[in-house]
């Protein structure tokens, strides 16, 4: 492999990736509400449908991509199925067709991100402590739809989002084209086997707590803003208090580099759940004091940039370059199953209690606390006997 990092291929692919993610988490919900006419229940429901797809698909991507080394494939696969899938959403739909089209959806965005981190990875080599200052382009990227479509949706209606949906997806798949091919790991005979780093009790535990993580961000997801709308706030701040959130996420991925050596993985991940139990306390008890609700979405910093980095770190450390691929699927598809049960929990009682909908994210941080907790967390090194292959 050349030892000249393409940076900016790499930033542009996560740019526009996580700018559709920049359109679709902040309002999503309230296109299924405003324009479709769908309940909270409804909207739980059917987000719940978007990550299904995460229990399935990363695992199967990472099989494949282990098996084969053609990760970059996969990805730019994926990419173009993702496109294909957000021209669909172009069409209004009722509550079956439309969960059908984000089960797509969301099963070719799976491909897409698990194994895209593991692409970047083995551009950077022994040079991975850059990753977060490649990853933060997908911030920057979310940050600009996120903000943009908040004083645009104040303009027009809603009902444009898909289309901005399908435009970020087709730029997302142009991306993947301009990233060079890679030599990536292929499992070997005699490496540990998959199922035996699993079975490791640090393994265990650090699942148990990214599962509880995700379901803590789940009421965030899928109902932040229709929360913030609801007690008066205009769709222009809306956008821009999501924006603040992941312009702190890009502070932290700037500067994680230097902290996550310093610090290490257990802490990094402790001072991030103490920190998600004081987000979703406060979330949800002072929702009517703007100033608090702008401060509070700093937290993003440590719930989100800080976890995930640390988080990648592990899965590095942990599965080794041979598993990468599935470490990372599995690390996918744990985020899907926590954002699916957390919404189809907080879709059940957000009429009646919306405000416990954070209160409930806070006790999943403070269960993760208590579990990590219990369990010595240390970088161990990554296993070594692994082949490569060109794509």
């Known amino acids: ?187 070997a005979h005699s490496h540990e086997s998959f199922l035996d780093i699993l079975k490791k009790p640090a393994v265990a535990v650090f699942l148990v707590v990214h599962f509880l993580m995700q379901f803590s961000h789940a009421p965030y997801y899928s109902f932040f803003s229709i929360y913030l709308e609801q007690h008066g706030y205009a769709r222009t701040v809306i956008g821009w208090m999501w924006s603040l959130a992941v312009l702190a996420e890009v502070v932290a991925f700037a500067f994680m580099h230097r902290w996550l050596p310093r610090v290490g993985e257990k802490g990094v991940l402790m001072l991030c759940l103490v920190l998600g139990v004081v987000r979703w306390t406060v979330t949800g008890l002072a929702v009517d004091s703007p100033a608090v609700i702008w401060g509070i979405q700093l937290l993003h910093a440590a719930t989100f940039a800080a976890f995930h980095a640390a988080a990648i770190s592990f899965i590095f450390h942990h599965f080794g370059e041979g598993h990468q691929g599935q470490g990372q699927g599995l690390y996918s598809m744990l985020w899907g199953v926590g954002v699916a049960l957390g919404s189809w929990a907080s879709g059940a009682i957000w009429e009646a209690h919306a405000a416990w909908t954070f209160y409930g994210a806070a006790i999943a941080c403070a269960i993760a606390i208590v579990l990590l907790l219990r369990i010595d967390l240390q970088m161990g090194p990554a296993p070594d006997a692994v082949q490569h292959r060109a794509p």
């Open 1 to 187: 492999m050349s030892t000249r990092i393409p940076t900016v291929p790499l930033s542009a692919f996560y740019f526009f990736y996580f700018a559709g993610l920049g359109g679709f988490m902040p309002y999503m919900g309230l296109y299924l509400q405003k324009h479709l006419g769908f309940t909270p229940e409804d909207i739980g429901q059917v987000l719940a449908f978007l990550m299904i797809a995460r229990v399935i698909a990363p695992n199967f991507w990472g099989y494949v991509a282990d098996r084969s080394g053609q990760r970059l494939r996969v990805v730019r696969f994926g990419a173009f199925m993702l496109t294909l899938f957000s021209v669909a959403l172009l069409v209004p739909q009722g509550f079956w067709a439309l969960a059908f089209v984000l089960l797509g959806y969301s099963f070719f965005q799976s491909a897409i991100q698990a194994q895209f981190e593991a692409v970047t990875i083995a551009h950077l080599g022994a040079r991975r402590e850059l990753y977060s200052r490649i990853r933060m382009w997908g911030s920057i990227g979310f940050i600009v739809t996120g903000a943009v479509l908040g004083m645009l949706f104040d303009v027009v209606s809603v009902s444009w989002l898909p289309l901005c949906l399908m435009l970020c997806a087709l730029a997302n798949w142009l991306a993947s084209l301009g990233v060079p091919n890679v030599v990536t790991a292929v499992r």
